[in-house]
């Protein structure tokens, strides 16, 4: 199937988000609470006002996955992604690393330098870093329990363009 690519949130999106991360069986209520809360935020405010940019992958009009990235606050250049999401029926298909391509080219036309991504480091979160590995980025800090005893916060980063 072919994957397409969408940057305008609609309304629909809100509660489809939330579908696409609770499939996954990997966040809390909680979590896929703020990923419901940026895109309601992004969709109120309009992506640049809000500082939140989402892009959606499509197959035959379904929403497969959606990536949410903004700018680092006092950087020049800097991004951070926040989300990268695939529904967990679309999974190990390939979506997630077009996704991941696509949100790149789209960082490298708004002149991004650099992307940095953070996650946990609980066994469950284990495939989610060699995604991360698999596609060049590099583990930069690891804060130890960070979000809670045992569970660090380890980030990736990935230059994007090159000075």
Known sequence: MKISFRKIITENDIKRIRQIALSTGFFRDDEIDVAAELVEEAYSKGQEQSGYFFLFSMMENNTTGFVCFGPTPCTIGTYDLYWIVVDNNYRGN??????????????????????????????????????????????????????SQGDDKVIYSKVLIRN
């Open 94 to 147: 390939g979506t997630g690393k077009i996704l991941m391509q696509q949100t790149e080219k789209e960082l490298t036309a708004r002149e991004a330098r650099k992307l940095y991504i953070e996650t946990s480091s609980t066994d469950k979160y284990l495939p989610t870093r060699e995604f991360y590995i698999k596609c060049g980025y590099t583990e930069e800090a690891r804060l130890k329990d960070f979000y």
